[in-house]
């Protein structure tokens, strides 16, 4: 939808009016499979439960929803401008905290548009087999948190990791536990 509004391919999109303007000078979306090093190595469970390096899977199916790739000290600045609503009007910025509870991520999970509040922390997950971010604001204390991981084995342990780090520098603001079902 953005290349047939805007007459752009969707990359030279996303770096004229998101990178540039916020300063991620080391965040880029790849026009193919390329994974620039260095890099760390990806690992994800196969369907018999055997755990295999995936780092050099083709990961470009995942384009819009799955292709950038950043550093830690970008997502860092991206997280809190997406929190905030930074490149938005007001009014847009107001439609997209209108959140609804999210039942199926977890309880104190809920979803706006393109955005999660996860118990306060406002932001977005992102993954792709052997990769998972995890890039929120809190913004009742301005606290941002990055958590990139290199394996997508184990999500139920990957939640309590989340709540363990939240138990630390939140106690008022913990990570949702997993669904109930």
Same mark, same amino acid.
């Given at each position: 939808?953005?290349?047939?509004?805007? =007459?752009?391919?969707?990359?030279?999109?996303?770096?004229?009016?998101?990178?540039?303007?916020? =300063?991620?000078?080391?965040?880029?979306?790849?026009?193919?499979?390329?994974?620039?090093?260095?890099?760390?190595?990806?690992?994800?469970?196969?369907?018999?439960?055997?755990?295999?390096?995936?780092?050099?899977?083709?990961?470009?199916?995942?384009?819009?929803?799955?292709?950038?790739?950043?550093?830690?000290?970008?997502?860092?600045?991206?997280?809190?401008?997406?929190?905030?609503?930074?490149?938005?009007?007001?009014? %847009?910025?107001?439609?997209?905290?209108?959140? +609804?509870?999210?039942?199926?991520?977890?309880?104190?999970?809920?979803?706006? +548009?393109? %955005?999660?509040?996860?118990?306060?922390?406002?932001?977005?997950?992102?993954?792709?087999?052997?990769?998972?971010?995890?890039?929120?604001?809190?913004?009742?204390?301005?606290?941002?948190?990055?958590?990139?991981?290199?394996?997508?084995?184990? %999500? %139920?342990?990957?939640?309590? +990791?989340?709540?363990?780090?939240?138990?630390?520098?939140?106690?008022?603001?913990?990570?949702?536990?997993?669904?109930?079902?």
């Amino acid at each position: 939808m953005i290349e047939k509004v805007s =007459g752009q391919r969707l990359g030279d999109y996303i770096e004229a009016h998101i990178l540039k303007p916020v =300063g991620l000078a080391h965040t880029l979306f790849p026009d193919g499979a390329s994974f620039p090093e260095p890099h760390a190595q990806g690992y994800a469970p196969l369907p018999d439960g055997k755990i295999v390096n995936s780092t050099d899977w083709n990961s470009s199916w995942g384009w819009a929803a799955g292709q950038m790739i950043s550093t830690l000290e970008d997502l860092r600045v991206w997280t809190r401008a997406l929190a905030t609503g930074r490149l938005l009007s007001p009014e %847009l910025q107001r439609q997209r905290e209108a959140f +609804l509870p999210a039942p199926e991520e977890g309880e104190g999970a809920e979803y706006g +548009l393109g %955005l999660e509040n996860d118990n306060g922390w406002i932001g977005h997950n992102g993954n792709i087999t052997g990769y998972l971010t995890f890039a929120f604001y809190l913004p009742s204390k301005q606290t941002t948190m990055v958590v990139m991981l290199n394996s997508s084995v184990d %999500l %139920l342990g990957t939640i309590a +990791l989340m709540r363990e780090i939240t138990q630390i520098i939140s106690p008022n603001n913990l990570w949702p536990g997993p669904p109930k079902q």
